[in-house]
Nanobody, 122 residues
Framework: QAQLVESGGGLVQPGGSLRLSCDAS????????IGWFRQVPGKEREGISC????????LYSDAVKGRFTISRDMAKNMVYLQMTSLKPEDTATYYC???????????????WGQGTQVTVSS
């Protein structure tokens, strides 16, 4: 079955790093854009990065630009989010999602993973 599965979350100290993975089985990356989103209870879901299907071009939100890097492995059909210089305000559930167009707008995406928790705390 086509599915999106996130992994790599955990507890990390401020200033630390984590790499999140999105296994995009059934969503070939030459046809689907992949976005990374995060959500904190009581807050709106926030688009933080995405990568296009056609040429792998990327977008980042102002909150993560310069600290996070999105990438993809076409052969493995995996998408990654390398997070560095983590801050307590990065604490959230992180989701990957797939659709035809790469945007940072959550409602544009139809297919979602189950999420992985990232906690940044000392």
């Amino acid at each position: 079955q086509a599915q999106l599965v996130e992994s790599g979350g955990g507890l990390v100290q401020p200033g630390g790093s984590l790499r999140l993975s999105c296994d995009a089985s059934g969503f070939p990356l030459n046809r689907y854009a992949i976005g990374w989103f995060r959500q904190v209870p009581g807050k709106e879901r926030e688009g933080i990065s995405c990568i296009s299907a056609s040429d792998g071009s990327t977008l980042y939100s102002d909150a993560v630009k310069g600290r996070f890097t999105i990438s993809r492995d076409m052969a493995k059909n995996m998408v990654y989010l390398q997070m560095t210089s983590l801050k307590p305000e990065d604490t959230a559930t992180y989701y990957c999602a797939a659709d035809a167009i790469a945007t940072l707008t959550p409602w544009r995406y139809v297919y979602w993973g189950q999420g992985t928790q990232v906690t940044v705390s000392s």
